[in-house]
Structures are given as structure tokens and as C-alpha cells.
């Protein structure tokens, strides 16, 4: 367990041995579908799509799919709802096409949420940021990403850990010592994440790694019969999509 | 708040990407000559964006009774200076769209304008006009989060008007609409990021004085005599 919900479902995930580069065709195909297909009926065939894939094959709890999709979902929720509000000379009213508009950005929003939330609930990070490699991403930014994705889960049990001990003490029993232990929060985390990269950098100097931090790349070869799944699985939805 | 997966058209989205990607490419090669020099620093630039990513994860009690969270875009403008932040803020974006599916991947390029770009080099500036209006660094420090943070959902609702206009009053009355229904949340928000930022470097200065000192926010303390 790693604390984010999402990164845990995708280490657990049954397509987590699948290579990411089939993966990256898949979900980049439906996220590319969902914006550019009509909503009705291809946005809600691609979400679907998503949805089964996710909760089907890949094997994914749909208590993480639907706690996850939260976040998204309250945001497409309140944009949909502003942008079908018009403001005229008499005030608040709905635009004319106001269902139609927000059933289409809705729609849109929810597919393409699915299908990122299909990746990354089936692929974890250090699968993916290699793959950054090939868009001819510098290696230095790489290793940085990959040093933030490795460090980001101590300092989050860091931040549990305190803000368990600031609570048992009553520090935030009020506003103000909310906000002071708020600080105190903020700058151990920071203190601790100097403290770490400072260590981690001498004991890998210790070992004479001063040039970065190596590490085998894990083979996970592509799968012919995904790709070409994958590959008509995409055409039909663009076929039933633009033709319905 | 950022904008989610699908939201924006694809003109937009190709646009906005566009228009972030030269400010991100311009700290990429900052990190990229940084790490040459000095590779021990790989370790603390990814120790910043891990904590820029954590910060997010900060409750900060909110004047309406329910919590925050702040985006630490301004700390991070003051600790490492906009140009980094363009980069480590892109990269902390795109962890959030996959890790915690806030954000998305088509509209990564519009959030990393307004969160990575805007938002720092905003808050950058009002750390600097208030430091040489002579305020010390810690009223700097309440401008750049309070400001990196407004400035950043200024952006994010020119960037929703732009996409989905109002049928009567155009780009300008969505604008209004939009920055209506985020300014009950983030002027709030702002003022509490702020209050957040002032406590962080308070600490910070009695626990990290030589971090401060070495990252030229803080004049060295003087040699004590003897």
C-alpha cells in the first residue's frame, strides 16, 4: 500500500504486465476519441468502453474507479452548470441549448476522464515516465520525475504521520492552531524532504553513483493481440461514432 | 482546481499546450544544466517537486467552515525561482492527473499555463515588488502565495470562457461567470495560502536559516564576535 488509491490499483491492476506502450495506444486512442467524436454516441460508447475495460479485464476495484472519478466529476458538474447559465439585462437565465450544451460537455469530459483514469489505474508511474524517454524528453528531467514519484510517498507518510501526532495533541482544535499547525506541517515536510535528498545523495556518492541514479529498465514486451484489439476495437467506436 | 480531461476543445487544448511550452522547455533546459553541473542536485530538485506535489495534500481550514487545499505554486516561485517551477509545476500536474485523477492529459498544457507558468511568475513578482518596496520576506512571502494563487484561477476561468462562451454576453460575460463561482472558494483560499506561506517561512527561518541563506532569500547572519 502506498497511500494514493489510484497508484495502489494500478501496481494490483491485471494488466500491470502488459507493456505501457500498448496501454499508452489504448488510452491515448479513447482520450483522443472522447474529445473529438460526437458525445452522442461516441463520447458515452467511449467512456463505457473505459468503464468495462477497467472494471473487466484489468481487474480494477470499482470502489477506486468510482472514489477516483469524484474529483472530475465535481468539476465537470460545476463548469457544465456555469457555462449553461447565461447572464443578460434580466439577469440569470439558461442559453437556449442549454441541456443539449451541457449534456455535450459533460459527456466529453466524463469519457476522457474514464479513459485517463483506465491508464493510470493499470500502469504506475515508473512504468510511464520511461516511456517519456522516447518523446525525446531530456533524461535529467526523467530522473528528476522519477526521484519526485519515488520521494512524493515518504513525504506523504511523513505528512500523515505529523498531522496524526499535531491532531492527538489538539492542534487543530481551533482555527488559529489549524493554521499554525498547518505551517509546522508544511515546513517539516519541506525540512525532511532536504534532509532526505541531502542523505540519499551521500550514501549514493558512498557508492560511487554521483552521475544519477541507474536502474534496470523492466522489459515488458508489447502484445500483438492487444495492439491489433486495440487497433479495431478504436475503429469501431470511430465508425459508430461519426455514423450513428 | 483544474481544468478536467475533456473539457476543453481540441483547438484549445493544442493551443494552450503551445502557449505553455516554451516557458516549460525553458526550465527543462534550466534543470537539464543545473543537473550537468551539479548532479547531487537531480535529489533536491525532485525532493521540490515531491514537496510542491505533498503541499497540494495540506488541509487548510477555510473561512466557510469546510477545508482547502493550497497549489504551493507560490512557495515554490520564491524557494526555486519561476523558470524551475515551469517544469517541477508541469510535472506535479501530471502526477495529479494520474495519481489522483485531478487534471487531465489533453488539458495538461491549459493547467500548466495557468498553475506552472502564471501562477509562479505572478507570485515571483509580487514577492519582488513587495521586497523592494521594503517589506521583508515574509509579507513578500503572503503576496507571492496570495497572488500566484489568485492569479492562477484567473487564468484557469480566462481559459474556460475562451472555450465555452456565453450565448448572449460572448467571452466576456463567461469570464464574469466564471471568476464569479471561483472567487467564492479561492479568494478565500488565496488569503489562507497566504496565512499558510507567512507560517511555513516563519518556521522556516528558525529550523532552515542555512537552506534560506543558500537559496538567497535570507542575507547570511553576521559571524558572531568574540
Redesign the interface.
Known sequence: MTGLAVDDAAWASAWRRRSPADKLLLCGGLVVCALALPAWPGSVLVGLTALALALGPARVPARTFGRAVRWPLAFIAVGALTSVVTVGTDGLGWAPDAAARAGSLAGHALAGSAAVLLLATTTPMSDLLPALRGLRVPAAVVEVAAVTYRLLFVLLASLHTIREAQTARMGYSSTGRGYRSSGALAAAVLTRSWDRARRMQEGLAGRGMETGLRVLPEVLPSSRAFVAGTVAGLSALVTVGLLA | ???????L??TH?IGWTLAAAPFVVHG?RQ??TE??ER??N??????????T???S?????SFTGSSSHPTGTG?GAVLFRPPVMA??GT??L??Q??????G???TLGANAFAMAVVGPWSGYGAYRLTRRLGGGLLPGVFAAMAVADLATYVTTAGQ?ALA?P????GVA??F???IS?FALTQVPLAV?EG??G???????TV??RP?LERLGLLAPAPEPTR
Request: net charge negative; glycine share 6%.
Open positions: 482546481m483544474h481544468i478536467a480531461e475533456g473539457f476543445p481540441a487544448a527543462a534543470v537539464v543537473v550537468r548532479p547531487e537531480t535529489l533536491l530538485l525532485g525532493a521540490a517537486g515531491a514537496f506535489f505533498v503541499l495534500a495540506v488541509k487548510l481550514p512557495a517544469l517541477l510535472i506535479v501530471l502526477f492527473a494520474l495519481l489522483l485523477a485531478h487531465g492529459l489533453t474556460l465555452l456565453d450565448a448572449e454576453t460575460g463567461a464574469v461567470k466564471f463561482v489562507a496565512l499558510l507567512v507560517l511555513l517561512f516563519r518556521v522556516l529550523n532552515a537552506e
